[in-house]
């Protein structure tokens, strides 16, 4: 068998969008960065292009990128809203982005206008959807 086993984890405490980003609700606003599962399947990550912080978001606007040896990959919003914060520390090592998806390797703090995340995949519905894949 050459099926490659890769191992990630998956935090329970947050939901999941199909495009591999997590949310996870804090003082009425949303951090929100990709799953473990993403950063290893694109593999090292050697850019993060940020928005500046108080940016509107329209729902399915851009958030953010990320750039690999191989893609650049473009994240939209589920949720309009404004940017509260941006992680500036992985535009400086976004190797935190692959090494901490979960912890110091979030993204961008989310302030949504009005949001339902019942769009979203608790981790259970988000391994169940990546066995699909």
């Known amino acids: 068998m050459d099926d490659e ?7 329970h ?4 969008s199909r495009d591999h980003l997590w949310f996870q609700e804090k003082d009425d606003r949303l951090v929100v960065g990709i799953s473990d599962y993403l950063a290893s399947e694109i593999g ?3 850019r993060v292009i940020l928005p500046h912080a108080d940016t509107e978001v329209d729902e399915e606007q851009s958030l953010f990128s990320l750039w690999t040896a191989d893609e650049k990959l473009t994240f939209p919003s589920p949720f309009a809203g404004t940017l509260a914060e941006v992680n500036g520390e992985v535009e400086i090592n976004p190797e935190l982005v692959n090494d901490s998806p979960y912890d110091i390797g ?10 339902d995340m019942e769009n979203l995949l608790d981790g259970d519905e988000y391994v169940d959807f990546l066995a699909e894949d």
Do not use: S, V
């Open 13 to 16: 405490d947050r939901k999941y």
């Open 5 to 11: 086993i890769m191992e990630f984890g998956i935090a």
């Open 44 to 46: 090292d990550i050697l």
């Open 106 to 115: 979030w993204i961008i703090i989310l302030d949504p206008h009005d949001y």
